[in-house]
Antibody, heavy 113, light 107 residues
Framework: EVQLVESGGGLVQPGGSLRLSCSASGFTFSDNTMHWVRQAPGKGLEYVSA????????YYADSVRGRFTVSRDNSKNTLFLQMSSLRTEDTAVYYCLKPYVDWGQGTLVTVSS | EIVLTQSPATLSLSPGERATLSCRASQSVSSYLLWYQQKPGQAPRFLIYDASNRAAGIPARFSGSGSGTDFTLTISSLEPEDFAVYYC?????????FGQGTKLEIK
């Protein structure tokens, strides 16, 4: 059974940083592209980032490019999202997913002073 | 960026009725269109890939159609558990994008 467990969310002040992790199990992590999607409270879904199986190719939404960095450690079956220069509009539940069937439960990031 | 526009924003129907949800793309996405269902407090559930293919375990009452810029998700006979928010998503061009969602509510 595929399991994706996000962690690292929390309350951070505007301008601050946070690193999200997504621990994967139940499949060959190193064979799969992985994605991050977020959902602001009461709003729709927004793609944030994607990373190729080997980590050599990354994609970012315009809204986060230059501030967020996606990476992975295939030896530890873990996906990361390093978020810096956080803004109030980054407040959301962040989901990692193995495209497109398997989603984590999400981790809430709140950016507020 | 490809913009996906879903209609209607809200659809009020009764169990047993047929639901037709629309998703229109600002430019062609070929058949690279997905559909999800989301219930409150839950992660999205993957329903349809590449416009018309049901994901594993998805009931046959769910069907998708379309190509290019116009797509439809049809639920042939609504069950009580089908009332939720539905999103379309394109995977043709990065940045991948979602529609704003259609809320399917009980009439």
């Amino acid at each position: 059974e595929v399991q994706l467990v996000e962690s690292g969310g929390g309350l951070v002040q505007p301008g601050g940083s946070l690193r999200l992790s997504c621990s994967a199990s139940g499949f060959t992590f190193s064979d799969n592209t992985m994605h991050w999607v977020r959902q602001a409270p009461g709003k729709g879904l927004e793609y944030v980032s994607a990373i190729s199986s080997g980590g050599g190719t990354t994609y970012y939404a315009d809204s986060v490019r230059g501030r967020f960095t996606v990476s992975r450690d295939n030896s530890k079956n873990t996906l990361f999202l390093q978020m810096s220069s956080l803004r109030t509009e980054d407040t959301a539940v962040y989901y990692c997913l193995k495209p497109y069937v398997d989603w984590g439960q999400g981790t809430l990031v709140t950016v507020s002073s | 960026e490809i913009v996906l526009t879903q209609s209607p924003a809200t659809l009020s129907l009764s169990p047993g009725e047929r639901a037709t949800l629309s998703c229109r793309a600002s430019q062609s996405v070929s058949s690279y269109l997905l559909w999800y269902q989301q219930k409150p407090g839950q992660a999205p559930r993957f329903l349809i890939y590449d416009a018309s293919n049901r994901a594993a375990g998805i009931p046959a009452r769910f069907s998708g159609s379309g190509s290019g810029t116009d797509f439809t998700l049809t639920i042939s006979s609504l069950e009580p558990e089908d009332f939720a928010v539905y999103y379309c998503q394109q995977r043709s061009n990065w940045p991948y994008t979602f529609g704003q969602g259609t809320k399917l509510e009980i009439k």
